[in-house]
């Protein structure tokens, strides 16, 4: 009987263990900026060159709809924001290399652009939503995230990066 | 080997194959996987239209409905 409700218990932590303990390892706004590198549309993006840089990280796939509503606005930001300091890194979480690249050339980028089919970069980031944005500071933290996008978020994000920005 | 042994032995082989068996469970869709499982070919009816062929090709047989997913009597009115 004893053996019973071990192995009963033992199932019921095997069962609900996983997900709560992913769960647990969010990234929370103040610590460092997990580290990656990843090839991108010209050679690579290594996280470790963008210090000293406000970074905006943003994971974003062809077949998101908020994310091809995210595009023209990141576009904006990097034409605004790239004189003053601001690094924009768009990671592409598709399987598909094609439908990324079919997608770019609807949603021009002039910023950089990483891909990473695998998704290991947003489970280090652990991205919760499509699409998932990081502010990143000059001294690598985290200083916000950002799960969707619509534009009154926006409007926010683009003045917390002007004050960012700012010498 | 006791009877006791065997037991406890057996006790533990089956809730190991339980826990495997179930370890399935407990896995999460990452976000970013959501497009595989949008695609059409995952779809439970993968052709609307040829499945509402189907039904009405049976339901005509069968004489009535109700019995899968149309709602409504036997009058026969449809």
Redesign the interface.
Known sequence: MRGWIRAACLLIVLCIAPPTARAAAAPVVGTPMPRFKLPAVSGTVNSDSLRGHVVYVDFWASWCDPCRRSFPWLRALHENYAAKGLVIVAINLDKDRVAAERFLVKYPAPFKVAFDPAGGTAEAFHVQAMPTSYLVGKDGRVLETHAGFDSKQAAAIEQRIQKECAP | MSRSVR??AA??L??AT??VA??G????V???????L?QKRMQLVPSPMLHAVDQHVYFSKEGSTGGDDVGGGGCGCN
């Open positions: 037991g406890r006790l533990v089956l809730a339980l826990a179930t370890a469970c407990a896995t999460t990452h976000p970013w996987d959501r497009d595989l949008a």
